[in-house]
């Protein structure tokens, strides 16, 4: 009889996981709104393809779809990725669309950064960081740093790989260069991340960890992922670990700084020491009407180092592997490359300069085009201060957050025509010849509006570099079976990383 009785609890177990399992698949397209939990049940069990899922669902409603969160918790969301709405939200009602105090927390670790900072403090931080970005020396400092990295860093590991014969992460390895990059640029220091002996990169596990957890903020209740935080549990134990990484690293890098800037008077001279963002803010800050106390130091420092590194090699990662698998593509790039090089250079080994760089049209619509189906940054949210009513239709009030989908709008037919999902560099290029300019609201990437990022020339001035390097020297072919999916975070990565074999075109 005890036997029996196991049996009968076997088989009720088993059709109630049968209907819990299709209780949470989506209705029509839509995620299931259980009473009381509403539509999160559906969303954690769909986690790990939430780009896709929420692709779906907004081909589906029409581009703008309510998100109801549970009833004891404020996580009611309007999804839209309706160009009217983002062009209202993001320029024509701006003000009525900060991000927010909710951001402020669920971002904390940025501290009050410009990521962060919202109404007058974002206004100095931007105007302060849009002095040195647009600076001439800033920009000779970048062209210099981009090109040493890639001819004393990324060649020689390329080569080695070669040589060997071995599979490399080209994620990683991008990552890698991305993180020296930027670091340079706004530190002033090297870490020496790339090198053929891939050394530990604590800072660079860190950043990754952080923006893990910081996505599980989005869909976990406030009060659930306040809770771990307090007990020192679970994706807030990681968070916890990964802050006090960042502040050691960064604290070392400003002590470091104003140390140097103290003992030796003649390295005051940007132009022979380069032009770093820390040494800017010491120098310059202060008549610019900037505290640079060791917070507003570290906060800013951490914000740009998150955009620099993980923008820009995330966009680096989905191109190449877009361009590994459209051989059309691929051809073109290599016969543009050449139209720009002198015919006696023309089938030999050679790194590019920028003026060549700026000359490749159609490599600058195929960065495009990979970007609009890529984006580095998936996701956005904002919250309107007080009652509004979008383009749409839709009312939204301060309790209601309202989340953009840059992975789903690069996706619809509504917006870029029924080859969206193609890779398509010509759709960025004219008639004649040049680069085609898309609206920002279509075209989020770079954000838009008054928070059009400020990085938008240093990001292309280096996934230029990087590409045309690697498209004419060598040949990447994926390793067969690697799975390519992207990762569940708010930097859009692999999430088993870009395995590649890498061989040399030229001896």
Request: aromatic residues 12%.
């Amino acid at each position: 009889m005890a036997i029996i009785g196991l049996g009968y609890i076997e088989i009720f177990l088993a059709i109630l996981c049968f209907f819990l399992f299709h209780g949470l698949k989506d209705t029509k397209g839509y995620p299931r709104n259980w009473p009381i939990f509403g539509m999160l049940p559906g969303t954690l069990y769909y986690m790990q393809e939430i780009h896709e899922r929420v692709t779906m669902t907004m081909r589906r409603s029409g581009g703008t779809f309510l998100f109801k969160g549970p009833l004891f918790a404020k996580m009611d969301m309007l999804a839209t990725v309706d160009p009217a709405n983002v062009h209202y939200i993001m320029s024509e009602n701006f003000m009525n669309f900060p991000k927010g105090p909710k951001f402020r927390e669920i971002f904390d670790v940025l501290g009050d950064g410009i990521f962060n900072a919202d109404l007058d403090l974002w206004k100095i931080q931007r105007k302060t960081a849009r002095a040195l970005i647009t600076h001439q020396q800033f920009y000779m400092f970048l062209v210099k740093t981009s090109r040493e990295k890639v001819e004393k860093g990324l060649i020689p590991v390329l080569d080695h790989v070669c040589h060997k014969g071995v599979i490399v992460d080209l994620q990683d390895l991008f990552q890698r260069f991305t993180f020296d990059t930027t670091c340079i640029l706004v530190t002033g220091y090297d870490p020496g991340c790339v090198s053929i002996d891939f050394p530990d990169v604590p800072f660079s596990k860190a950043m990754d960890d952080a923006e893990e957890a910081i996505l599980v903020r989005h869909v976990m209740p406030e009060a659930i992922w306040r809770l771990q935080k307090w007990l020192g549990i679970g994706e807030e134990k990681k968070l916890i670990k990964a802050w006090e990484t960042m502040d050691n690293v960064i604290g070392n890098y400003i002590s470091k700084k104003r140390d140097k800037l103290l003992k030796i008077e003649s390295e005051l001279k940007l132009e022979d020491e380069g032009f770093d963002l820390l040494t800017f803010y010491l120098k310059e800050g202060q008549n610019m009407g900037v505290n640079c106390d060791d917070k507003f130091l570290r906060d800013t420092i951490l914000n740009l180092m998150i955009a620099g590194r993980d923008t820009t090699s995330s966009a680096l990662t989905w191109f190449i592997w877009l361009v590994t698998q459209n051989p059309q593509v691929e051809k073109k790039l290599r016969e543009e490359i050449n139209s720009v090089i002198p015919k006696e250079e023309v089938g030999k080994w050679r790194i590019f300069n920028v003026h060549e760089l700026n000359k490749l049209v159609y490599l600058h619509g195929a960065l495009c085009d990979s970007l609009r189906l890529y984006p580095p940054v998936p996701f956005q949210h904002k919250e309107p201060l007080k009652e509004d009513i979008l383009p749409s239709g839709h009312k939204v009030h301060p309790n209601l957050k309202i989340l953009f989908s840059l992975y789903a709008m690069g996706r619809m037919e509504s917006i870029w025509g029924k080859d969206c999902l193609e890779f398509k560099p010509e759709r960025w290029i004219s008639e004649r010849g040049t680069i085609k300019h898309e609206p920002s609201y279509k075209f989020l990437a770079f954000n838009a509006g008054p928070r059009t990022c400020l990085g938008k020339e240093v990001a292309f001035t280096q996934m230029k570099a990087v590409a045309a390097t690697i498209i004419h020297n060598y040949q990447v072919q994926v390793v067969e079976g690697h799975p390519i999916k992207p990762n569940t975070s708010i930097i859009l990565y692999m999430r088993y990383g870009f395995k590649v074999r890498i061989s040399r075109r030229w001896p």
